[in-house]
C-alpha cells in the first residue's frame, strides 16, 4: 500500500464548478498535511497547509481528518488557472512523503 | 522564502557515464534535500544533503550511485553515477526555509540514451 494515495484524475471540470481532492495516508504517525500544486513541467509550489481545524485561503479549503486518516482539498469557482496538478503531501519525522497527484484540467 | 537554481536545467547522457547536478540557493539553510520524480510519478527522497557530514541516504538509494556534496549552507551537488536508461528522470533539490515551507528548484531533467 503506499503511504499517501490519491485519485490519478484527470478531473475535467467546467469554469466555474466546484471540485474536491481526496488524499488517504497509511502512517498515523504522520504530523504534517501540505497540498501542493506543480504546473506541467515545472517544481512543485506550496498551495496550503492543513490543519485539524480545517482552513480557507480564498477559494480553496483544506481538511484534516485525522481519525480517518483523509486529507480533502475543495476548490470554489474553479479558473482555468487552476489546471495543474495537486500534490498531497504528508510529513513524518521530518521528511516529507508526496502523493502521486490528481490532475485537475479546468475548461471554459 | 527561497530562490533555488539548478544547473543543468536539462541533459541528455550516454549510459555508462556520470552527471554532476548543482543546486544553489539564495540564503543560508540547514535542510536541503535532492529528490527524483519519474514520468508520471510522485516525488521520491533521494538523500537529505547535510553540511560538513556525510548525506543521509533513503532506502532505496546508495552513495556509489548517488554522491551527494554539501560543501556549504547555500550549495549541494548530486551524482548520478553509471548511468543507465532507468535514471532518466527530473531531479530537484529542495531546502527548507521561511516558516517551515519546502521550496524546490526548478528541476533537472535528465534522459539516459
Known amino acids: 500500500r503506499k503511504e499517501v494515495e490519491q485519485d490519478p484524475g484527470p478531473f475535467n471540470v467546467p469554469e466555474g464548478a466546484t471540485v474536491a481532492f481526496n488524499c488517504t495516508y497509511s502512517?498515523?504517525?504522520?504530523?504534517?498535511f501540505f497540498w501542493y500544486r506543480q504546473d506541467c513541467r515545472k517544481e512543485p509550489k506550496l498551495l496550503m497547509s492543513v490543519y485539524s481545524s480545517g482552513n480557507e485561503d480564498g477559494r480553496f479549503t483544506a481538511q484534516l481528518n485525522r481519525a480517518s486518516q483523509y486529507i480533502s482539498l475543495l476548490i470554489r469557482d474553479s479558473k482555468l488557472s487552476d489546471s495543474a496538478t495537486y500534490l498531497c503531501v504528508v510529513g513524518i519525522g521530518g521528511k516529507l512523503v508526496f502523493g502521486a497527484g490528481t490532475i485537475l484540467r479546468v475548461k471554459s | 522564502s527561497a530562490v533555488i537554481s539548478q544547473k543543468p536545467s536539462r541533459d541528455i547522457c550516454q549510459r555508462g557515464t556520470s552527471l554532476t547536478i548543482q543546486c544553489q540557493v539564495d540564503?543560508?539553510?540547514?535542510?536541503m534535500f535532492w529528490y527524483r520524480q519519474q514520468p508520471g510519478q510522485s516525488l521520491t527522497l533521494i538523500a537529505t544533503?547535510?553540511?560538513?557530514?556525510?548525506?543521509?541516504?533513503e532506502s532505496g538509494f546508495v552513495i556509489d550511485k548517488f554522491p551527494i556534496s554539501r560543501p556549504n549552507l547555500t550549495f549541494s551537488t548530486l551524482t548520478v553515477s553509471n548511468m543507465s536508461p532507468e535514471d532518466s528522470s527530473i531531479y530537484l533539490c529542495s531546502v527548507v526555509a521561511g516558516f517551515n515551507e519546502q521550496f524546490f528548484g526548478p528541476g533537472t531533467r535528465l534522459t539516459v540514451l
Open positions: 502512517n498515523s504517525a504522520s504530523q504534517s
Open positions: 544533503a547535510n553540511q560538513g557530514s556525510e548525506a543521509t541516504y
Open positions: 540564503s543560508q539553510v540547514t535542510m
